[in-house]
């Protein structure tokens, strides 16, 4: 994982946020998709905030779009925002500013 990426995770009325941050990789994509898959099922929106993000790497984008493919129509109930939510988000899914 890059030594500065961490996730930051909330409960909002409707589901829950992860705040991202630092350098994301391809150990920093291994993460985030744990701490996905560590949400209860019933989750109804996931909200990823990407604003504090800093350099995104084309390998970790490449897992984490893989990942986000292979969730068969539940990626709909993501939300990307942020400065990098456009190039995070696999395309099928929500964006907010």
């Not at 995104?56 to 897992?63: E, K, R």
């Amino acid at each position: 994982m890059a030594s500065n990426f961490g996730i930051a995770v909330d409960r909002s009325s409707d589901g829950f946020g992860l705040k991202l941050a630092g350098d994301f990789d391809g150990t920093s994509a291994h993460e985030l998709i744990h701490a996905i898959k560590e949400l209860p099922e019933d989750t109804v929106k996931l909200y990823i905030y990407t604003n504090s993000l800093k350099t995104i790497h084309p390998f970790g984008l490449d897992i984490f779009h893989k990942f986000m493919r292979s969730l068969n129509g539940h990626s709909a109930k993501i939300v990307f925002t942020g400065n990098s939510a456009s190039q995070l988000s696999p395309g099928n899914s929500q964006l907010t500013s």
